[in-house]
């Protein structure tokens, strides 16, 4: 059955993770960069595989991690989304202004 609400099955930390693996090249570099676990941060691209339900990376031991052609164009997206998730933020603060409470 479909979903029907458009509320994504991921997160934007499972997304900074892969991300952060591409751009570093191993899971345990990037875990070090993020300040996760190396356990933390492969589980939360292997959720964001399930989640996905695509291969974004190969796992190479001892040498790291090689991008799929798919986790290359997802690689872009998320990359896109984590921009705009971070201007919704600063935008959201710099209009609060002085106003608090409910």
Do not use: C, N
């Not at 190396?38 to 090689?66: F, M, N, P």
């Not at 799929?68 to 997206?77: I, K």
Request: glycine share 4%; net charge neutral.
């Amino acid at each position: 059955m479909p979903r029907t609400d458009a509320v994504p099955t991921y997160t934007m930390r499972q997304l900074a993770a892969f991300v952060a693996v591409a751009e570093w090249g191993t899971i345990t570099a990037a875990a070090d960069a993020m300040h996760m676990s190396h356990s933390a941060l492969s589980s939360a691209i292997t959720d964001l595989e399930k989640a996905l339900a695509v291969k974004l990376l190969v796992r190479q031991r001892a040498r790291g991690v090689k991008l799929t052609p798919t986790g290359h164009a997802v690689l872009e997206r998320a990359k896109m989304l984590l921009h705009h998730a971070s201007e919704l933020e600063s935008d959201a603060r710099s209009e609060a202004g002085d106003i608090v409470g409910p």
